[in-house]
């Protein structure tokens, strides 16, 4: 007698929160639209609105295109996936003026870094007591150097297979 009633219980409690549930979901069929509003991204219009019972509705597609989805339908149900995106690189590494302004870019950093080394060097030859105290920057400065030259070497290969 006792599953009976849980059995009875927990069938009731299903049918309530069911039934509170679906009052939530109620279809604007027949509601009256109260106003529209302009969507606007990066001050750009995008698209309308429109305000039922204070709420505003707007376009699903449009603002997640707008936003970098892929939108389609399923079962029912709007999906959005987001796009791949091209990142700057890619972009780059396909254009050779913006691989060529990357080498020159990098190559001018080298000379600011070996600038600065010398720097390093003249203070170090001035007071040879303080050269441990300039051996990390020096050290840092050897490694972005390098880190450039490297860099090139990658872009200008990048340079090289456009051609």
């Known amino acids: 007698m006792k ?3 849980a059995g009875f219980l927990a069938g009731a409690l299903f049918t309530v929160a069911g039934a509170a549930f679906a009052d939530d979901i109620q279809s604007l ?12 991204v990066d001050g750009q219009v995008l698209d309308t609105a429109i305000i039922v019972e204070g709420k505003s509705y707007s376009p699903t597609r449009s603002i997640a295109e ?3 989805y892929d939108v389609s339908m399923k079962d029912k149900e709007i999906v959005m996936n987001k796009k791949p995106v091209v990142s700057g690189r890619d972009a780059i590494a396909k254009d050779p003026v913006k691989l ?10 080298i000379v600011k870094e070996e600038a600065r080394l010398e720097s390093y060097k003249k203070i170090i030859e001035q007071r ?9 920057s020096i050290d840092y400065a050897n490694s972005k150097i390098k ?16 051609k």
């Open 3 to 5: 599953k009976y009633i």
């Open 29 to 40: 069929i027949g509601k009256k639209i109260q106003g529209q509003t302009v969507i606007k």
């Open 66 to 68: 707008a936003a970098g």
């Open 100 to 109: 060529n302004e990357l080498i020159t870019s990098y190559k001018e950093s």
């Open 128 to 136: 040879p007591d303080e050269a441990a105290a300039y051996q990390d």
């Open 147 to 162: 880190m450039y030259q490297e860099w090139i070497a990658e872009k200008e290969e990048q340079l090289a297979a456009l």
